[in-house]
Every structure is written in structure tokens, then in C-alpha cells.
């Protein structure tokens, strides 16, 4: 289902949490995630992946987009504890749309349902990283959320 906006055709983003009937999409859209930031996994690393994330024990959720209903973005994120404060904290691991389909509302979609998963559970705040020169990330995480001076240092 769709909308008329001014000049065209603006097709409705649903997100829902995956199932296991979602594998194969799931692996083609974090296959396309890892290859913008020239990554690659091998298939140990996704099956590990595929059944933490369906294992309801494990605090690691993913959550697909879809525009008339075909998957058309991802989002990975997680619980963790801190030590400034009681509450869980949820890091948005990975959030990824299809080039060939942004521009739709189904970024903003997906970091919603990560806020409204922290608000239903109780967890404080929502945060992530990005490549400094990701600028179209950039720009729809620079009006949905507050941008931090942090930088990552890595070991």
C-alpha cells in the first residue's frame, strides 16, 4: 500500500522483527551491508549470527523493512548493561537499506522501531556509530538524533 506525494508514487514501509522463513533475505541484505563497508564474512560467521539473533535468550534482535512486501532494509541491534546507570542500553549495530530503494522513510523506520523497542523495555539509551564520510547516513541521523563528540579508538 502506497501514498500520492507531489510529483509521485510513495510506496508504505512496514518493519517487523525477522523469523526464520527471513534467512535468505536476511543474509542478502547484511551481505550488502558489509560489502559498503568492504567487509565479508564467512558462512560460519552468519549461521552464528542467523541463530543468536532467533534465540530468545540471547538479547540480539533483527528487524527487516519492507515496501511492498519485499525486504528492503535491515536492522541489527542489542541490550547491554553500562556502568553509569541501571538500565540496559540498545547499541544499533547495523542499519542498511537498499541503495536501489532509499529515500522511501525506511531508514527513519528502522531506527524508530530500535526507540520504541528501548521504550517498551525499559532500556535507556539507543546509540551507534558510523563512518565519518557515510554523509547520506549522516544526514537522516543528524535530524533524528543527537550527534555525540566521541570518538572510537580500537585495540
Not at 532467533?54 to 548493561?81: F, N, R, S, W
Amino acid at each position: 500500500v502506497g501514498v500520492y506525494g507531489p510529483g509521485t508514487w510513495v510506496t508504505m514501509v512496514t518493519v517487523r522483527l525477522v523469523t526464520a522463513a527471513d534467512e535468505p533475505d536476511w543474509r542478502r541484505l547484511w551481505t550488502a551491508y558489509l560489502a559498503f563497508y568492504g567487509q565479508t564474512r564467512d558462512d560460519t560467521v552468519f549461521s552464528d549470527t542467523w541463530a543468536r539473533i532467533l534465540d530468545p535468550d540471547i538479547k540480539m534482535y533483527a528487524q527487516i523493512a519492507l515496501a511492498d512486501g519485499a525486504p528492503i532494509g535491515l536492522v541489527h541491534y542489542l541490550h547491554h548493561q553500562y556502568f553509569w546507570g541501571p538500565d540496559d542500553r540498545i547499541y544499533l549495530n547495523d542499519l542498511f537499506v537498499d541503495p536501489n530503494r532509499r529515500g522511501n522513510g525506511a531508514g527513519r523506520a528502522l531506527i524508530e522501531v530500535v526507540r520504541a523497542h528501548a521504550a517498551s523495555t525499559g532500556a535507556g539509551d539507543v546509540w551507534w556509530l558510523t563512518a565519518e564520510d557515510n554523509a547520506p547516513a549522516r544526514a537522516l541521523y543528524d535530524r533524528v538524533a543527537n550527534l555525540t563528540p566521541f570518538r572510537q579508538y580500537k585495540l
